[in-house]
């Protein structure tokens, strides 16, 4: 099912280009601003799990373990098909720099892993499930919408729309008339803001329900188009 609109929001600014000259062409040059509001539908979660010990294979192993169990615990949860990366790892090492000369203090294995959950519903449970793995902390949350496209058309549809609309109400207006298009340009832009989640180290409160606010996604079309007039 289809998120609905909750908002159509549009702005519109124009003008009419002087006639300058004769190779210059008489134009009605219209900008328009489409806004669409929908709830999210989809959530992209990043998570970093990391281990600290004396020597790099021993980070390393600890740090696969905690992930072997957390890619077990996602296979009971509606992740969208090819979100998944759990690939990226990073060991580096760390040093008491007051002492010198510097002195090792450990190796440091870091695994970065990102997922988008296509199940809002199950996102309390997964939060709360991923807490119990040791090493793990949850860095963010954001959350998107799975048919992104539909919604930047439609925001996009609106604002060529209303484009026209107000090229044809400034045409009869001055008493011209509109011969056709003669530019468009256009962009489309996608704002959610992330919910910055707390460390998962930290024991989530039990009590609350529906911790992670979803704000509503917001797709915004702009549309220049110029037509010209006789």
């Given at each position: 099912m289809k998120p609905i609109f909750l908002?159509?929001?549009i702005t519109v600014s124009w003008f009419m280009s002087p006639l300058v000259s004769?190779?210059?062409?008489?134009?009605?040059?219209?900008?328009?601003?489409?806004?669409?509001?929908?709830?999210?539908?989809?959530?992209?979660?990043?998570?970093?799990?990391?281990?600290s010990e004396l020597d790099a294979a021993?980070?390393?192993?600890?740090?696969?373990?905690?992930?072997?169990?957390?890619?077990?615990?996602?296979k009971s949860f509606e992740l969208k098909d090819?979100?998944?990366?759990?690939s990226q790892t990073t060991i580096?090492?760390?040093?008491?720099?007051?002492?010198?000369?510097?002195?090792?203090?450990?190796?440091?294995?870091?695994?970065?892993?990102?997922?988008?959950?296509?199940?809002?519903?199950q996102?309390?449970?997964?939060?709360?499930s991923i807490s119990e793995i040791q090493l793990v902390t949850l860095n963010r949350i954001q959350f998107s919408v799975q048919d992104e496209r539909y919604w930047e058309d439609a925001a996009l549809s609106n604002a060529l729309q209303l484009a026209k609309s107000k090229a044809e109400l400034i045409a009869q207006e001055l008493?011209?008339?509109?011969?056709?298009?003669?530019?468009?340009?256009?962009?489309?832009s996608r704002s959610a803001p992330p919910v910055l989640a707390r460390a998962m180290s930290m024991e989530m409160d039990k009590s609350t329900s529906n911790t992670y606010e979803q704000k509503d996604l917001?797709?915004?079309?702009?549309?220049?188009?110029?037509?010209?007039?006789k």
């Open positions: 908002a159509i929001i004769a190779d210059e062409r008489p134009l009605i040059s219209v900008s328009a601003e489409g806004l669409v509001k929908t709830k999210p539908d989809m959530a992209l979660i990043h998570l970093n799990i990391d281990a021993s980070a390393r192993s600890k740090t696969d373990e905690q992930v072997k169990r957390l890619l077990a615990l996602l090819g979100s998944l990366d759990s580096y090492t760390e040093y008491d720099y007051k002492v010198k000369p510097k002195q090792l203090l450990a190796y440091r294995a870091n695994r970065t892993i990102s997922f988008s959950l296509s199940n809002l519903k996102l309390e449970k997964l939060v709360k008493g011209v008339e509109l011969s056709g298009l003669y530019r468009v340009t256009h962009q489309v917001e797709v915004t079309a702009y549309a220049d188009v110029s037509f010209n007039f």
